[in-house]
């Protein structure tokens, strides 16, 4: 979500933790917007900008990258309008709501904990 600065990732490879992580984007205009050395199989893409530093961490532990979580995207980089972000008022381990793609919104368990589709009350 660009008006936070900050990244969302969803994981659902059946690592139990994190769920998902919040990451900060580190990426700003004319940094390179990809790694020109990692060239994707065929029908995949390489994640450009914020989402592209994010993917392609060296720093992080291999194995638990983000790159090696999700793996190759499987389309073209879009932005999501109107995006929203909440949280409910739980004074510890708030529960979070990110609307995405098709207007779905996902429920961001505590501390990464999980994460699922939001069906309702």
Same mark, same amino acid.
Request: proline share 9%.
């Given at each position: 979500?660009?008006?936070?600065?900050?990244?969302? &990732?969803?994981?659902?490879? =059946?690592?139990? /933790?994190?769920?998902?992580?919040?990451? %900060?984007? @580190?990426? +700003?205009?004319?940094?390179?917007?990809?790694?020109?050395?990692?060239?994707?199989?065929?029908?995949?893409?390489?994640?450009?900008?914020?989402?592209?530093?994010?993917?392609?961490?060296?720093?992080?532990?291999?194995?638990?990258? &983000?790159?090696?979580?999700? =793996?190759?995207? /499987?389309?073209?980089?879009?932005?999501? %309008?109107? @995006?929203? +972000?909440?949280?409910?008022?739980?004074?510890?381990?708030?529960?979070?709501?990110?609307?995405?793609?098709?207007?779905?919104?996902?429920?961001?368990?505590?501390?990464?904990?999980?994460?699922?589709?939001?069906?309702?009350?």
């Amino acid at each position: 979500m660009e008006w936070n600065s900050v990244i969302y &990732v969803l994981y659902s490879d =059946g690592l139990l /933790t994190p769920g998902w992580q919040a990451k %900060s984007n @580190a990426w +700003f205009s004319g940094m390179p917007l990809s790694d020109p050395s990692l060239i994707p199989p065929a029908g995949r893409y390489q994640p450009v900008r914020g989402f592209g530093m994010t993917w392609r961490d060296e720093q992080a532990t291999p194995g638990y990258r &983000v790159r090696d979580r999700l =793996g190759w995207a /499987t389309d073209e980089e879009f932005s999501v %309008s109107g @995006a929203m +972000f909440q949280c409910d008022s739980a004074p510890k381990y708030n529960t979070c709501y990110l609307t995405g793609p098709d207007n779905k919104v996902y429920e961001l368990k505590p501390e990464g904990s999980s994460w699922s589709v939001w069906t309702g009350p």
